[in-house]
């Protein structure tokens, strides 16, 4: 590992991207340091280390990378740029005009990323707007009229200099810019985990390494799996010149949807925990019945995540144009019609590969919990290096890898995954 690291050191090329990635991320660290106006430290850390901590805006805050404990710069993180850019794939699957701005090409893609640009502009505003009012109703905020747009105005800056800088990065650095922020916050979350897991009982210091080597195994082990369906083409006559066929395979994933539906399905979960923390009366009925710990929330959770899971599958891949895709370029699967009866086999394969990836996904996210009610993990080093976060690390790591595979490949270097 470490003389591939130093193969990759030498290339010049290489290098100035990896220095260019870590100076965007030091950037993106130092601004989460940098307090917005007129916020009350004090009362802020006491809001997040009691109960609604624990809630909503703890998942939040784990995103942020403490920075909306702080409420800093950077306290809306790159999280409304996710949830914009979310909301146009699921618009151009129901949306006929932006289904054939997808068709145009790069030109189209550029009109939809400039759409995501504004409508990630509104979210942090609106959000930001939310924030303060929540805060302030909480004591951990005071301000008037000019001081309130001096906030929102902030915030929506912070979040679109993180939309910027994570742009850059996956033009100028290494690997997805987004995603790369995302890993970021959750590894400078990290500290409070292992001080959650060193501070705990006998039984979470014993068995919390064991649960997650297992789940980084495990993790790794589904990620990397795939279902490769052999494509043939056929010879194509183009002017005077024939092309040859070929043969070569479709790469369908086991976890198509990534990490997205547990992200959706712990925020939803969240809402009630947090509203609660306002009423002591509903608090108190939510954690009776409907906590971290109960049943109710597991299955409930478990339930929504392969719901989004399937739903989910279906924007990032369809059947349909995939199918028509191989048909246009004269490809086909050996064995199988093209037109209708392959996009019938896409669908099948599909749905027996997210059954699945769904369960898995539920059982990285509700694991946890059952081991914090058996084995008292605290709530900190859940949030820290519980499934979703081990998920997100890992998944953004792999990916980093083999974006650095490729470029020591095309220099003829060794490479590290085998």
């Known amino acids: 590992m470490f003389s591939w690291l130093s193969n990759a050191w030498r290339v010049p090329e290489l290098r100035r991207r990896l220095l260019f990635t870590a100076g965007i991320l030091a950037v993106y660290r130092f601004g989460s340091w940098v307090p917005a106006p007129g916020i009350n430290e004090s009362q802020l850390s006491s809001i997040f280390g009691g109960s609604a901590g624990n809630g909503v805006l703890g998942l939040l805050n784990l995103f942020s990378g403490s ?20 909301i146009f794939q699921v618009l151009a699957v129901v949306v006929p005009s932006l289904e054939r701005l997808q068709k145009e090409g790069e030109a189209g893609y550029a009109k939809i990323t400039q759409y995501t640009r504004y409508l990630t502009v509104a979210l942090a505003a609106a959000q930001a707007t939310g924030y303060a009012f929540l805060f302030k109703h909480q ?187 191989l048909r246009k370029y004269n490809g086909y699967i050996p064995g199988i019609r093209p037109g209708p009866p392959t996009a019938a086999y896409f669908d099948r394969v599909l749905n027996r590969l997210t059954f699945p990836g769904a369960l898995f996904l539920a059982s990285v996210a509700v694991a946890p919990s059952i081991f914090i009610a058996h084995f008292h993990f605290s709530q900190a080093t859940y949030r820290a290096l519980g499934g979703t976060s081990v998920l997100i690390v890992v998944g953004v790591a792999l990916q980093t890898m083999r974006q650095m595979e490729s470029q020591m490949v095309m220099r003829h270097y060794e490479g590290f995954l085998r």
């Open 67 to 86: 920075a909306l404990s702080r409420f800093s710069l950077f306290a809306l993180g790159i999280m409304p740029y996710v949830t914009a850019s979310i």
């Open 139 to 325: 004591g951990a905020l005071h301000f008037n009229t000019g001081r309130l747009v001096i906030i929102i105005l902030t915030l929506t800056a912070g979040t679109t200099l993180l939309m910027w800088m994570g742009e850059q990065i996956t033009k100028r650095g290494i690997g997805n810019g987004i995603s790369l922020l995302i890993f970021a916050s959750i590894l400078a979350y990290a500290p409070q985990g292992i001080s959650g897991w060193i501070n705990g009982g006998t039984s979470a210091r014993l068995f919390f390494p064991l649960v997650a080597l297992g789940i980084v195994v495990s993790v790794v082990f589904v990620m990397e799996g795939q279902r490769r369906i052999p494509v043939q083409y056929a010879r194509r006559q183009l002017g005077n010149r024939q092309t040859t066929g070929g043969s070569t395979y479709m790469p369908l994933s086991v976890v198509m949807a990534g990490v997205i539906p547990i992200i959706f399905a712990a925020a939803i979960l969240a809402v009630p925990q947090t509203v609660g923390s306002f009423k002591p009366t509903w608090n108190t009925w939510l954690q009776l019945n409907f906590g971290y710990s109960s049943w109710q929330y597991l299955l409930a959770e478990a339930l929504l995540i392969m719901m989004m899971t399937y739903f989910y599958t279906s924007v990032v891949f369809n059947p349909v144009e995939q199918a028509d895709n």
